[in-house]
Structures are given as C-alpha cells and as structure tokens.
C-alpha cells in the first residue's frame, strides 16, 4: 500500500503564491509519474502538472508560466510551486502517483495509481 499525503494549501490573496508538498510512503518498489489534480466545486478534477521519474513536465494551459512543479526522486516527493494566484484557481488539490508496487508472475511490473486526500486553496480577489 502507498500512502500519499499532502501540505501547503490555505488562504490567499490574488497574485499571492503557495508551495503546496506531497509525500509518498509505503510499499514502494518505485515511482513513475507523479503529479497534481485539481478539482472546484460543481467540476471535474482536471489536470494541473505532471512530472515523470525522468524527462519534461506537463502542464495545463491554464497554469502554464505561473506554476512549477518538482520532485524529488530519492524521497519520494514532489511538490507544487503556485504563483500569480487567480480565483479561478481556487479547487482542491490532489497528489497522484503511479507507483510500481510489485512483479507479477511473468515478472513484469505491476503499478498502480494513488491519490491523496487533497488539499484546499481559496485565493481571494
């Protein structure tokens, strides 16, 4: 099992910045992907960042230039970097990741994906 808990959200104002923290534990054999979903009331959750084990991020056009995201491979870590806040990103932010939790019979890998609990941002106008 693989737990993934998340730090960092809170109460901002409009063009303030928040650093929200993820941190995997459990039985991990290794970490593909991992990265940040958001979800506001009455929407579905979308996609904010991704960061694979190795190679480019991927981010959402609407956070492209404001938002940085960062892992940190040895701790099993990554974090979110927000800056030049909107309303409109107010949500609930859930740490994901697809980790390999173990060999299959034929010994191929088996991965699975994992949420956090989420973590809320209200930024103020």
């Known amino acids: 099992q693989v737990r993934l808990v998340e730090s960092g959200g809170g109460l901002v104002q409009a063009g303030g910045s928040l650093r929200l923290s993820c941190a995997a534990s459990?039985?991990?054999?290794?970490?593909?992907?991992m990265g940040w979903y958001r979800q506001a009331p009455g929407k579905p959750r979308e996609l904010v960042a991704t960061?694979?084990?190795?190679?480019?991020?991927n981010y959402a056009d609407s956070v492209k230039g404001r938002f940085a995201i960062s892992r940190d491979n040895a701790e099993n870590t990554v974090t979110l970097q927000m800056n030049s806040l909107t309303p409109e990103d107010t949500a609930a932010y859930y740490c994901n990741a697809v980790a390999r939790v173990g060999s299959d019979a034929l010994g191929y890998p088996q991965w699975r994906n994992y949420w956090g609990q989420g973590t809320q941002v209200t930024v103020s106008s």
């Open positions: 459990g039985s991990i054999f290794s970490i593909g992907s």
């Open positions: 960061i694979p084990s190795g190679g480019s991020t």
